[in-house]
């Protein structure tokens, strides 16, 4: 059995390996050269669709940073009794310091490293929900409210899959043309704008199934099953609408971004009202409600807010 976990280890190490190696050697070198020599830009300088990218990186290093916190206190929980529970707290740590940076990076260029620091998060993160399916299904009863309820979280690895995700949309839109940046031949806008609804239905799922399980017993529980699929809404029609200003979706994407501060407030007052409060700690915080979820919500909306921005300025 430990040999096993061992190889599966290894694999996943392989991958994330192969991932990084692939994205820096398969960089055409005019790119790196285009990076290391592109000049750094003023604030007024910079174009909006770098502008944007910039917030993109900055939502996948909350988005990492909350991965981070979560699955290194449910891992602890669970012992790390496989070692590949150790990768997310290493993946979504790259992918913190890469966001960090490349928020702080005003070049038109693509970073290699950063790009394959975001892939392996990706891989990770698909990983991880492989490892979370077997999880359920070993238990006895395999697909069943309670194995969904206690089992490991199914939606937890798909936010370290949003982390990569939305870094490597960042990476790729400062390669585009300033005049007409385009993501899976579609405008950048656009493709940014579905991509963020995805991400807040998928979490929404997660919540809805945890906040279930809490027989929602505080009003505001329903909240985040409420404002974030409103939200995801409204960029789908800012998606296939034609471009023009939307301050009702801004708005909502500042509510969904205020929910996930919020809900940190919350979930610190679950904590709070467990057997011992915060003076138990270190039993009250793996097992009552997790502290780095909510934040979740505040990195997709700073990103829908970006995708709003530049799809305002496409044809």
């Avoid at 430990?2 to 050697?25: E, P, Y």
């Avoid at 007024?44 to 916190?69: G, M």
């Avoid at 809805?208 to 960029?235: C, D």
């Avoid at 500042?254 to 467990?274: D, E, N, Q």
Wanted: contains cysteine; positive net charge; proline residues 8%.
């Amino acid at each position: 059995m430990k040999q096993r976990m061992r190889s599966d280890t290894t694999t996943l190490l392989a991958l994330g390996g192969i991932a990084i190696a692939a994205t820096v050697l398969g960089a055409r070198k005019p790119a790196r050269a285009a990076w290391s020599a592109a000049p750094r830009q003023t604030r007024r300088e910079a174009p909006t669709h770098i502008a944007a990218a910039r917030r993109f990186n900055h939502s996948s290093s909350l988005l990492a940073l909350s991965v981070l916190a979560d699955s290194a206190v449910e891992h602890y929980r669970g012992s790390f009794k496989n070692p590949a529970m150790f990768i997310p707290l290493l993946s979504a740590s790259l992918s913190f310091f890469a966001g960090l940076h490349g928020g702080r990076d005003r070049r038109a260029a693509s970073h290699p490293v950063r790009h394959g620091i975001h892939a392996f998060a990706a891989m990770a993160g698909i990983a991880g929900t492989g490892f979370h399916i077997y999880n359920v299904t070993k238990r006895t009863g395999g697909w069943s409210w309670n194995n969904l309820f206690y089992a490991a979280p199914l939606g937890a690895p798909t936010a370290l899959l949003l982390s990569g995700g939305l870094g490597a949309i960042g990476e790729r839109l400062r390669d585009q043309p300033a005049n007409e940046p385009r993501l899976l031949g579609m405008p950048a806008g656009r493709a940014m704008a579905l991509a963020v609804s995805a991400g807040l239905l998928g979490t929404v799922g997660e919540v809805g199934l945890l906040h279930f399980r809490g027989a929602f017993q505080h009003p505001a529980m329903y909240a985040p099953v409420i404002i974030p699929p409103v939200a995801a809404t409204l960029m789908v029609q800012t998606a296939l609408a034609a471009p023009r200003p939307r301050p009702g979706t801004r708005w909502w994407l500042r509510l969904t971004a205020a929910l996930g501060l919020l809900g940190v407030g919350f979930h610190a007052r679950g904590i709070a009202r467990c057997q011992g409060g915060w003076r138990n700690w270190s039993q009250n915080i793996p097992s009552g409600p997790p502290l780095p979820a909510p934040p979740s919500f505040t990195a997709l909306a700073l990103a829908g807010l970006a995708a709003l921005r530049l799809r305002q300025t496409e044809k």
